[in-house]
């Protein structure tokens, strides 16, 4: 098969296969599990055999006319990383789900929209066209929303509200960026937009700044982040993991198709992505260390880890020449958090299948003589705290390098707070997974000695072990990862390739994750042992204050939308009066000109002739006329409205008929005639 | 060969018309209406296609270029408004079939079909003719035979509304006969190219006969097509008429002395002496003063045949408004609205033909509820009113849109407010029917659910012209492109 076709393959295929396993779902469950874990396989080794054609080249395919504006679709190795993850974890999360799901309802449903947003997923990731792009995003978006909701329970609609709410909005602020953008430029090709768009003016700014909110919301970006601790816990496992590991990743790639390819590194934005970077890194990390909840504390984490991301694409922009330690730092960081978030979401996923618990209180010491379980949930908390030797540590060691770098080329002051910043947000990753892996796998609880192997099989534990692997694997092999993936010089216009030399094991970059990972579990013996923990009848229970802490939704969205529109009511009220009470002064100032009485002429003329037959004088006697005029008596009244209907029926009658069409026809040629 | 077609139409539709009295059965005589329509049909789509593939073309008979010779004419605008005649007649007949014994005496119903066949041949002959005094001739017999299907219901109401339209018309008539002798006399031609040749050489040296003649025919004509205070008789007409009767004279008959009015403006005189005049704002005051005062008083009617009939009057003026604009584009705009406006204007009559009959009221007050007994019909309503009122995609509003588009091209923006206006207007008289017809519990409590609605082959027609309202709209782009290679 040829490159193009392999690309369409990859969109057309599953988009057929959703439609067929649905019928089959239908029919048999069995069946189109196994039917829908063969179509991601193939579609994953399909993307696998698209490598070659991508290492060095472009796989594009353009269809005109279709999709408004025609569809554009484009490979390289770049958007290869995005489809990469998508594929994989796909794969891994519809083995996880075939075990995962077996006491819900409303399976079919869950993976017609699951695979509905697999393609839209792919989609976002290939389109080369911005209107395609949106177009797929937001399929995304609604597809993934019956994957939030599908408990239907009450927690589930509120997380669904806002999230279909956040989504929506952010949809709408993104389609009228496109708008501008198009009635400025022309042209929705990404790559010609990066030859207009930089040289547009002001306009540019607003233009990027709806991009940002738009695929912000999609990535967690503080402070649009709001549905993202919401919608992890509601969704069931598999869909937290792909939320978690791929759909915030396509916030992430639109804001770098924005930011690095449309915009060309602005300086502007990319000082704006390390402050909202650091943001993310901050909140989340923070508030994650107050977490009970087990999938809220990873949802956290993963607003926390999209923080790195956005703090690495800040880093390109400040970076100008030397940007290459931060490109591939921060692909590589989504590839990592990718495959370690969606592990640890299949761990927690595998723990609530058995107890049907998320509270870390409930599910305390569950893991401690479980060891395949233990073992790859501790591979994935190394990978996320950064410890040397797993994948984690790599990337994160290379944005680090790129903040450095960042740093001292703009001579900033301001650098060594950005490196303090980065040591007290690593901590925290470090403190709240550490906390998380103590509760769960540390403790002592008879409650869970019992094996678990009746509820759980071998479909649950081989995606997670294929990732743990993975992990482990790029972990000690960052170099060649990275050299895969040289084409992407290409594509970002890198001068400086020494990025595939680094040394990662090198003393000051293990001393710094160690210092990292030392500072996390100060954290944690000297503030969640002391602060989060009490003992409550010889047990740890541990607590959450956050809970009653400002919460941006509750507390700040929902009363200034409410001010909003009470505020929206009174006004339109007051216009409302206005006009009802200008048309009742209307109707009623036509109402009173109606009616008002007069005396009807005709009977004026025959007052004055009786007058004169009475009085038998030829001459007119006036003080008569005004004592009936008083009197009022012998005169026929009448009223405008009255006269009015008269003169309508008089109006529809033939004589006069002819008579206005003469009175037309002489005043269109006297018209004519005087003012030609 | 197609260049016969335009002459195969007329006399079809005639020779049918003078045999069904010879027939005498109702049944063959509603029988070979149809089939001559449908005929006349596929010629026409023959002919469009041909003006499309190879372009427009005249048909000579008698003694070519001179007086008795009979000169038609086939551009685009005459093959789109033959198609669009042909359609819409057909439909109609087509309704007719079922419908036609509650309102026409049995005797009469022969008659009406030969009536029916005759307006149109004599519709078609006014749109094909280049010639004035063959137009002329086309005019009369139009006339005659739309007050025949005005009182062939042999009611009081009838017969005194066919009389003033009878009287009306004929000084209508009376006026563009004195106009074709006048030009006739300054010209020596009768053959609108050949008078456009004299003409434009020497129209500056009778200023005065050119306005003269350009006033008699605008007011003649603008009787017939109900040009704003000269419409007294169309709401009268138009609602005492039987229903498919009122949808043919609404729909077809006033809009093609509009079109008409337009071939003598821009093609027996051009572009340049019309703007010179001060014609084209006396049309357009008229036009204008139609679209608004035509609402107001639609908004008064309490009968709901009336109502529609009063808003023909306003979407004429429409028709006036893209003509007074005097440029390609307003023109085009016009003829657009006048294809537009003949699909959803019938089909609207239609539907309240319906709504009249089942509910045995004229009123408007009593048609609350009818949403729910005929909803079929009352969405269909619906879609039509919406067209009117100019809701996008639906050709009303495509015309809108191009009327104010041609105004801002030649620096007029104060026209677009009468443009607004009125739409604002059409609001109120549509609306209140949709809702009090579909909504409002009070209005639909006793009411059964699809109790009057009928049977679907009585229906097809009215969704066949609703379906083709929509696809003008659609096709708005073709369409218009295609009639502005007219000018």
């Not at chain 1, 990025?499 to 001393?511: P, R």
Request: net charge positive; with cysteine.
């Amino acid at each position: 098969m040829s490159a193009e076709n392999l690309l369409a393959f990859i969109i057309l295929f599953p988009s057929l296969c959703t439609a067929i396993a649905y019928f089959l779902g239908n029919k048999d469950e069995k069946i189109r599990n196994i039917f829908l874990i063969f179509v991601t396989l193939i579609n994953f080794v399909a993307v696998l055999c698209l490598f070659k054609y991508i290492k060095t080249d472009t796989v594009e395919i353009s269809v005109p006319y279709i999709m408004g504006s025609g569809l554009h679709l484009k490979l390289n190795s770049f958007r290869y990383i995005f489809v990469f993850i998508t594929s994989f974890v796909w794969f891994i999360i519809t083995v996880y789900s075939s075990q995962y799901l077996i006491n819900y309802i409303h399976r079919n449903r869950y993976y017609l929209f699951f695979m509905i947003t697999y393609v839209s997923t792919i989609g976002i990731f290939i389109s080369e066209n911005l209107l395609n792009l949106f177009t797929f995003f937001e399929i995304m978006s609604f597809a993934s929303y019956p994957l939030i909701i599908h408990d239907e329970d009450e927690k589930a609609h509120s997380a669904g509200r806002t999230y279909i709410i956040m989504a929506t909005a952010g949809g709408l602020v993104l389609l009228m960026g496109i708008f501008i953008l198009f009635s400025y430029t022309n042209t929705l090709d990404i790559n010609e937009l990066s030859d207009i768009l930089p040289y547009l003016g002001n306009i540019k700014y607003v233009i990027s700044s709806l991009f940002i909110i738009g695929f912000g919301v999609k990535a967690g970006m503080v402070p649009l982040h709001i549905w993202l601790p919401k919608a992890h816990p509601a969704a069931p496992t598999p869909a937290s993991a792909i939320l978690s590991g791929i759909l915030v990743k396509t916030g992430i790639f639109g804001i770098i198709l924005t930011v690095v390819f449309m915009m060309k590194c602005d300086i502007y934005l990319s000082i704006f992505l390390v402050i909202v970077g650091f943001l993310n890194m901050f909140t989340g990390g923070f508030l994650a260390i107050f977490q009970n909840n087990i999938k809220k504390n990873l949802a956290y984490s993963s607003m926390s880890q999209m923080g790195y991301l956005l703090l690495g694409i800040g880093c390109i922009g400040l970076l100008k020449d030397h940007q290459a330690i931060a490109v591939y730092g921060t692909l590589f960081h989504v590839f990592n958090h990718a495959i370690f978030k969606v592990m640890l979401f299949m761990g927690i996923g595998i723990i609530y299948m058995v107890t049907h618990k998320l509270d870390i209180n409930d599910i305390q010491g569950f893991g401690r003589f479980k060891p395949v379980l233990k073992l790859t949930f501790f591979i994935g908390f190394c990978a996320i705290i950064g410890m040397p030797g797993f994948n984690g540590f790599a990337s994160k060691t290379m944005i680090h390098h790129a903040l450095t770098e960042a740093g001292h080329l703009n001579h900033s002051n301001l650098a060594i707070i950005g490196d303090i910043l980065f040591y007290v947000c690593g901590a925290f990753t470090t403190a709240y997974l550490f906390k998380l892996y103590t509760a769960i796998f540390v403790e002592n609880n008879s409650r869970y000695y019992a094996s678990y192997k009746k509820d759980i099989n071998s479909r649950a534990l081989f995606p997670m072990v294929a990732s743990a692997i993975l992990i482990v694997i790029f972990g000690l092999k960052p170099n060649w990862f990275l050299y895969q993936f040289e084409g992407i010089n290409e594509i970002f216009n890198l001068h400086n390739t020494g990025v595939f030399d680094i040394n990662f094991y090198s003393f000051s970059n293990i001393v710094s994750a160690l210092i990292t990972i030392g500072l996390g579990i100060l954290i944690y013996v000297f503030f969640i042992n002391k602060k989060l923990i009490t003992i409550v009848d010889n047990k740890k229970v541990y607590v959450n204050p956050s809970i009653n802490w400002f919460n941006l939704e509750q507390d700040l969205y929902k009363p200034i939308l409410i001010i909003l529109f009470k505020i929206s009511t009174v006004v339109l009220h007051v216009v409302d009066n206005i006009i009802l009470t200008f048309y009742n002064f209307i109707y009623t100032l036509i109402k009173y000109i109606s009616n008002i009485e007069f005396i009807e002429f005709s009977s004026l003329i025959n007052s004055i002739n009786n007058n004169k037959k009475e009085t038998n004088e030829s001459k007119f006697d006036y003080s008569t006329l005004e004592k009936n005029i008083e009197n009022r008596t012998e005169f026929i009244k009448t009223t405008v409205k009255e006269d009015l209907k008269d003169a309508r029926y008089k109006m529809n009658s033939i004589t006069y008929s002819i008579f206005l069409l003469g009175a037309v026809l002489v005043f269109i040629l006297l018209a004519v005639i005087i003012f030609k | 060969m197609y260049k016969y077609f335009p002459l195969i139409n007329v006399f079809v539709l005639m020779i049918t018309a003078f045999t069904i009295p010879i027939v005498r059965k109702k049944k063959i005589a509603r029988e070979l209406s149809i089939f001559s329509n449908a005929v006349i049909l596929i010629l026409s789509i023959f002919i469009l296609v041909n003006v499309i593939s190879i372009g427009d073309f005249h048909y000579k008979a008698g003694y070519p270029n001179t007086f008795f010779g009979i000169d038609w004419y086939i551009g685009s605008i005459e093959s789109v408004l033959s198609v669009l005649f042909a359609f819409v007649s057909l439909l109609i007949v087509i309704y007719s079939y079922k419908s036609i014994e509650h309102e026409v005496p049995n005797e009469k119903i022969d008659f009406y079909y030969i009536l029916l066949n005759l307006l149109l041949a004599s519709l078609l002959g006014i749109i094909y003719t280049n010639d004035l005094f063959n137009s002329y001739v086309f005019i009369e017999v139009s006339t005659l035979a739309s007050c025949g299907i005005i009182v062939i219901k042999d009611k009081k109401a009838n017969i005194k509304a066919t009389i003033k339209y009878l009287i009306m018309s004929t000084v209508g008539s009376g006026l563009i006969l004195m106009a074709i002798a006048y030009i006739y006399s300054l010209t020596g031609h009768l053959n609108m190219s050949l008078i456009h040749e004299v003409i434009i050489k020497n129209y500056t040296q009778y200023p005065n006969s050119v306005l003269i003649i350009l006033v008699l025919f605008t007011v003649g004509l603008g009787v017939k097509s109900a040009m704003f205070p000269l419409h007294g008789w169309l709401p009268d007409a138009h609602s005492s008429a039987p229903t498919p009767s009122s949808a043919l004279l609404s729909g077809l008959v006033i809009k093609v002395y509009a079109f008409t009015l337009i071939k003598i403006l821009y093609r027996v005189f051009s572009f340049s002496i019309v703007n010179e005049t001060i014609i084209l704002n006396v049309i357009i005051l008229l036009g204008s003063c139609g679209m608004i005062f035509g609402s107001i008083m639609a908004i008064t009617q309490k009968e709901l045949k009336r109502m529609v009939a009063y808003s023909s009057i306003a979407q004429m003026g429409y028709v006036f408004f893209g003509i007074g604009l005097g440029t390609p584009a307003g023109v085009a705009t016009a003829v657009f609205h006048i294809v537009g406006h003949a699909v959803t204007k019938s089909a609207l009559f239609l539907c309240s033909g319906l709504m009249i009959e089942k509910v045995g009221s004229k009123k408007i007050s009593d048609l609350k509820g009818i949403g729910k007994e005929m909803p079929l019909a009352l969405v269909l309503f619906t879609l039509g009113a919406f067209s009117m009122i100019g809701i996008p995609i639906l050709p009303g509003f495509i015309s809108k849109w191009y009327l104010s588009l041609a105004c801002i091209e030649i620096n007029r923006l104060s026209l677009v407010i009468i443009i607004l206006t009125s739409s604002i207007l059409n609001v109120i008289y549509y609306f209140p029917i949709i809702i009090n017809g579909f909504f409002g519990h009070e209005n639909l409590e006793g009411k059964v659910y699809k109790s009057k609605s009928v049977s679907i082959d009585r229906m097809l027609p009215i969704i066949f012209l609703m379906t083709a309202m929509v696809l003008v709209g659609g096709f708005s782009k073709n369409i218009l492109n295609f009639i502005s290679t007219a000018f």
